[in-house]
């Protein structure tokens, strides 16, 4: 399987929102409501963010949201702040008992 | 608190063998599927294995599949990753995460470096 993929770099104001995109096919974002987002700030472990396309654990901030259409699952960041910058990763499962992860979104609060 | 904690990283040769534990504390171990996920030096995540909760199904991504094995003793709270044949491509920081929902990962350990090098 390709990983899924997402541009790599994403920006926004503090205030602002931004929307970082995850595109992958039929056989995995489109085909199971199995997509998670993480954050990884560098030297540190990923932290979830989503899992199951739109469910925020708990401690996550609501300002996190996201959504799938499709083939594209898409995270949204609300107002922004200076701690969201961070490298942000989508996954999805992919079938036959694999998951796969995006590429990576380097996301920069101006 | 909920802690995952890997060991057993180093430099090994291409060809071969490791084995990384990952300790959990803070919570049941025996109740919940583990998974081991790796990143290159400046690359991204990539998913590598997963052991369900009672070590009865475990599954691989095909770039490790007959080189690594996952096992866990749910006794010793402490989840395995044997890793034999490496290459240099295997060099990686691994992390152990625990299963959330429908294929999420929750509760991730802060890594341990794996160097594959002659």
């Known amino acids: 399987q390709s990983a899924l993929t997402q541009p790599p770099s994403a920006s926004g104001s503090p205030g602002q929102s931004v929307t970082i995109s995850c595109t992958g096919t039929?056989?995995?974002?489109?085909?199971?409501?199995?997509v998670s987002w993480y954050q990884q700030h560098p030297g540190k472990a990923p932290k979830v963010m989503i899992y199951?396309?739109?469910k925020r654990p708990s401690g996550v901030p609501d300002r996190f949201s996201a959504s799938k259409s499709g083939n594209t699952a898409s995270l949204t960041v609300s107002g922004l702040q200076a701690e969201d910058e961070a490298d942000y990763y989508c996954s999805s499962y992919a079938g036959s008992n694999n998951l796969i992860f995006g590429g990576g979104t380097k996301l920069t609060v101006l | 608190q909920v802690q995952l904690v890997e060991s057993g990283g180093g430099v090994a040769q291409p060809g071969g063998s490791l084995r990384l534990s990952c300790a959990a504390s803070?919570?049941?171990?025996?109740?919940?599927?583990i998974h081991w996920v790796r990143q290159a030096p400046g690359k991204g995540l990539e998913w590598v294995a997963f052991i369900r909760y009672d070590g009865s199904n475990k599954y691989y991504a095909d770039s490790v599949k007959g080189r690594f094995t996952i096992s866990r003793d749910n006794s010793k709270n402490t989840l395995y990753l044997q890793m034999n044949s490496l290459r240099p491509e295997d060099t990686a920081v691994y992390y152990c995460?625990?299963?959330?929902?429908?294929?999420?990962?929750?509760?991730w350990g802060q890594g341990t470096l794996v160097t594959v090098s002659s």
């Open positions: 803070g919570f049941t171990f025996s109740t919940y599927g």
């Open positions: 039929s056989s995995d974002v489109g085909g199971y409501n199995y």
């Open positions: 199951e396309v739109t």
């Open positions: 995460a625990r299963k959330l929902a429908n294929w999420g990962l929750d509760c």
